[in-house]
């Protein structure tokens, strides 16, 4: 299965030292966007852009690295500049993103059409449902309250976070000579 063949090649990344040492930069990178570029529109609406290394070190290294990733930086950003409280569902999310970004570019073709239907499904599944949820259930305010101008924000920050991820994806690693195994 193409799930589990995914993963098997993204946890033997793990074993080589050039994908710590780079997954140890891509989360110090997460953890200085997070706290230093990050809005935050009243109690419930951020903005941020500590997704950027996610997906790069999604597309690099695959969903496993993706995951723990993105775990690590909510966490870490959590311990160094709290937002409100700790709350679980949030690192979810972080994992949930790094599996979706890692089966969605790892040894993929990165064009404007798939960075768009990954990023679609995380602002509808993750950003809009389950963000939503979990802000409803910490803080007792209604969903359906809570999940109009959640929706705004991110219809809004959608085309913006494509064009983002697409040069991320396709300008960064040439940059950096990163080298990248490609099966289309």
């Known amino acids: 299965m193409f799930i589990f063949k995914t993963l098997k090649e993204s946890s033997q990344e793990l074993k080589k030292l050039n994908t710590l040492i780079t997954c140890s930069l ?46 690590l930086s909510d966490i870490l950003n959590y311990i160094l500049a709290p937002k409100g409280p700790f709350y679980p569902g949030f690192t ?60 705004l924000k991110s219809i809004i920050m959608l085309p913006i976070d494509v064009a983002m991820l697409y040069f991320v994806l396709t300008r960064l690693p040439a940059l950096l000579k990163i080298n990248r195994k490609e099966s289309l």
């Open 92 to 151: 979810i999310n972080a994992v949930i993103t790094g599996l979706i970004y890692g089966f969605g570019f790892y040894r993929k073709r990165i064009t404007i059409k798939r960075i768009a239907l990954i990023k679609a499904i995380l602002v509808i599944f993750v950003d809009i449902l389950l963000s939503t949820y979990w802000l409803s259930d910490l803080y007792g305010q209604a969903f359906l309250v809570l999940l109009p101008m959640r929706a």
């Open 26 to 71: 891509l989360l110090a990178i997460c953890v200085v966007l997070g706290l230093l570029g990050t809005v935050m529109l009243g109690q419930f609406i951020r903005i941020s852009f500590n997704y950027l290394p996610i997906a790069l070190g999604s597309m690099l290294f695959g969903p496993v690295a993706g995951s723990i990733l993105g775990a």
